[in-house]
């Protein structure tokens, strides 16, 4: 039998124009695109200057109901391919979408405990499908449409939540480069009738865990004033070491009445903002 023979670059696909091979690359998945980028020199300048932000462009027309990729959210499709970019900033777009979108988990206590760190001595939480004593949640994208809150008692109740960036593409050394800003926010409230206390801690971590910047803020909110939704927030700017962050926040009512009638929690929010920088010339 005769042993097939092997492409040369003046056969077949090889020979294509330049735009058509940008057109068919960005038709294969961005997994394989980085096997691609391995074939020969021409492929990798093809892939690494036009085809990720292609495809990020394109796509980014149809995802997440048709709304796009969350980190282009502050831009339209056309501007996508304009933006100043590494390659693999578009390829961690195109397979994670960490950017400008909220990555804590279970933020409004829709889903039970789920996804949050609540020490055994500290299980005093209870959940309120729509505050107790309080106004209604505000008309904000904070909670995605949910209604519900956390609500403490008058034992300190604490939790947590800790976000890996490398679960999301992100990194050392993509942030070591584009060097993007983390936004935390969260909402908190307490009851008409009853004071409380809230607490609210961001760390953030290098590679090895060791803390880089926290940010503290605490509030003690009075007895027939408490009944207001606030909301704390906090942007952190050196960002190009950071490996994880740590969200952390308690609460507690101040009059110590059986039930819950503590601090009151919801809308936790950490963002890793994209930084928008156009190309000078097209």
């Not at 077949?12 to 735009?19: A, I």
């Not at 933020?107 to 609540?118: L, P």
């Not at 939790?159 to 993509?174: A, E, S």
């Not at 190009?240 to 926040?249: A, G, K, Q, T």
Request: hydrophobic fraction near 35%; charge should be neutral; proline fraction near 4%.
């Amino acid at each position: 039998m005769e042993s097939p023979k092997l492409l040369k670059k003046e056969d077949s696909f090889f020979s294509l124009p330049d735009e058509m091979m940008v057109y068919l690359l960005c038709l294969v998945d961005v997994d394989t695109l980085l096997n691609c980028r391995l074939v020969n020199s021409e492929w990798r300048y093809l892939i690494d200057t036009y085809v990720f932000q292609e495809k990020a462009s394109k796509e980014n027309q149809f995802v997440n109901d048709g709304k796009g990729f969350y980190s282009f959210s502050s831009i339209g499709s056309n501007c996508v391919n304009k933006l100043d970019l590494p390659w693999y900033v578009f390829y961690v777009i195109c397979k994670y979408d960490p950017f400008d979108r909220n990555l804590i988990k279970n933020h409004c206590g829709q889903n039970d405990y789920d996804h949050w760190s609540v020490p055994n001595k500290h299980k005093w939480w209870a959940i309120e499908t729509t505050p107790q004593g309080a106004p209604m949640l505000p008309n904000n994208p904070d909670f995605a449409g949910y209604s519900s809150c956390f609500v403490s008692t008058y034992r300190l109740c604490t939790k947590k939540q800790k976000i890996n960036f490398k679960d999301y593409g992100l990194t050392r050394h993509l942030m070591e480069n584009i060097v993007p800003k983390i936004v935390v926010s969260e909402w908190f409230s307490g009851r008409f009738d009853c004071g409380c206390k809230y607490s609210f801690k961001v760390t953030v971590h290098d590679n090895n865990g060791k803390l880089l910047e926290q940010h503290n803020y605490d509030k003690i909110l009075n007895q027939w004033e408490a009944d207001q939704w606030t909301k704390v927030s906090h942007t952190f700017d050196n960002s190009s070491n950071v490996s994880s962050v740590v969200l952390f926040h308690s609460g507690v009512d101040t009059q110590f009445w059986a039930g819950f009638y503590g601090t009151k929690i919801t809308g936790s929010v950490v963002k890793i903002m994209l930084p928008l920088k156009f190309k000078l010339v097209e």
